[in-house]
């Protein structure tokens, strides 16, 4: 092998310096998101109300921080679909107390804290910082204000500020964007919006929910409106974690706070309406369906709300209902959700409620649309047995399921169990929001009578080819 001449050896080391340089100091252009984090920042492009809210470790922070590097420096990576500013923008950077802002916004934004060597090994590339940042008084390494380098010219600025500083010190100036990490006071989070009103800016939270039915968790989740969403993500959604971890992770944690640490899920006490714990609720998908389990769609039709589809297997003889499939989905027609809902069980018959009866502006029913389409809607609307259309008998006779062990969800059905996990009841009514795959599934289990023993796929896949015997989803001989 020939050797290196002189020239060829410092090339080399000043490429191995390069990359080094670019990992250490250049964090920022590493992070690809998962996609929980990337629906999170996506919607800050129509939102100006953002909440991640997740588990501990689960990556919520880092997403934080990649946002906010973002609007600081105006540059954003080719598959940013989230909102943009093409000028320097002010920021606050928030949280719980002075010293737990430095140990966690500032180090996931400027570096290690009190290490000279690194400062700019956060998410701010290093050579984007303008001047040394200011100090904070009272605590060690703290910063106070940050400034960087906008692509436009011009120069962002960055405050750091805690809750424990009160209301007071949230007044003042206008702000294009707020970032609260970990779950802010009522008053801190209302002076953050009002902070942004003129500057037509955005506020975001990021915070793993141990403070329950707090009033900043019950705005987001009981206040619908089209400026505000909510993002979760669980343990399974940390793809940084790996999935024969995650159990012992969980276990680790004391029992009372295992949802909230793990999944994100607020403690709703009396509220919440499903507590059976998800572990025990949720299974792997199923590879084979016995031939003689029955089938059914449940839809809810989304009229001003997103259209959303659940698939069921009843095994009849153990009673025992399993979430296959769902489809949730905004703004498309009624053509597009019957070719969705074709594609994986086009001959299962489909349970509808009672608002399919409702006229659209062509006269005809909601109902005869989806069946124009090729579904096979059931001739009227989901009833109980006796003929009612109770949403509480359905709510109770999924509760009890789920205790009993009667109702399995397919562990990658992440949006139904989503809504599961903050369905729940606000002054004893259930309160309406993020409930289209519950509202489908419930059709479903009241009209489970309807079910069907037929074969799932396509129209053309479902036709059982001649060498099998009819109404099984199998070849008797090959197993196939």
């Known amino acids: 092998m020939a050797e290196l001449s002189l020239s060829e050896l410092q090339e080399t080391l000043a490429g191995l310096e390069a990359l080094d340089y670019q990992k250490t100091y250049r964090q920022f252009f590493q992070f690809e998101p998962y996609p929980k984090q990337r629906e999170f920042l996506d919607a800050g492009a129509t939102k100006r109300e953002r909440l991640l809210i997740a588990g501990n470790q689960n990556g919520k922070t880092h997403t934080g921080a990649f946002e906010i590097a973002c609007h600081l420096t105006g540059l954003y990576p080719e598959w940013w679909q989230g909102r943009r500013f093409d000028r320097p923008v002010k920021v606050w950077v928030c949280g719980e107390t002075s010293l737990v802002v430095r140990d966690v916004q500032q180090k996931k934004l400027c570096g290690e804290p009190g290490v000279d060597s690194a400062f700019g090994t956060g998410m701010i590339p290093k050579d984007l910082f303008v001047d040394k940042p200011s100090l904070a008084r009272g605590i060690t390494d703290a910063y106070d204000t940050i400034q960087v380098r906008h692509v436009s010219g011009g120069v962002s600025v960055a405050r750091f500020k805690s809750y424990e500083q009160g209301r007071t010190k949230f007044q003042g100036e206008s702000i294009d964007i707020g970032w609260a990490d970990e779950e802010p006071p009522e008053d801190v989070y209302a002076e953050l919006l009002t902070r942004t009103v003129a500057t037509g800016g955005m506020v975001f939270v990021t915070f793993t929910p141990l403070k329950g039915r707090s009033a900043v968790v019950l705005r987001f989740l009981d206040e619908p409106d089209d400026n505000r969403s909510v993002t979760s993500m669980t343990i399974d959604d940390a793809l940084h974690i790996p999935a024969e971890q995650r159990a012992a992770i969980i276990a680790a944690f004391l029992p009372h706070e295992r949802e909230a640490r793990a999944r994100g899920v607020p403690t709703l006490g009396s ?120 949403t509480e008998a359905g709510i109770l006779e999924m509760d009890e399921r789920e205790k009993s062990g009667r109702l399995k969800y397919a562990r990658h059905l992440s949006d139904l169990l989503e809504e599961r996990r903050f369905y729940h009841r606000k002054d004893g009514q259930i309160v309406k929001l993020k409930d289209d795959l519950i509202s489908a599934l419930r059709v479903a289990i009241m009209t489970k009578r309807s079910a069907r023993a037929v074969l799932l796929g396509s129209k053309k896949a479902a036709s059982a080819p001649a060498d099998r015997a009819n109404g099984t989803d199998f070849d008797l001989f090959t197993g196939a």
Do not use: C
Not at 281 to 300: C, M, N, Q, S
Not at 306 to 320: K, M, Q, S, Y
Not at 337 to 359: F, I, S, T
């Open 271 to 390: 509220g919440r309406i499903f507590m059976a714990l998800e572990d025990s609720v949720t299974e792997a998908p199923i590879e084979f369906i016995p031939p003689h389990w029955v089938k059914l769609w449940g839809i809810d039709f989304g009229i001003d709300h997103p259209f959303g589809a659940a698939l069921i297997l009843w095994d009849r003889d153990a009673d025992v209902i399993h979430v296959h499939h769902t489809h949730r989905v905004t703004d498309a027609l009624p053509i597009q959700h019957a070719e969705a809902l074709k594609k994986v069980a086009a001959e299962v018959p489909v349970a509808w409620p009672n608002d399919g009866n409702v006229r659209r502006d062509d006269g005809k029913p909601m109902a005869d649309h989806y069946k124009r389409h090729g579904l096979k809607m059931l001739p009227s609307h989901a009833t109980w047995p006796d003929g009612s259309v109770s």
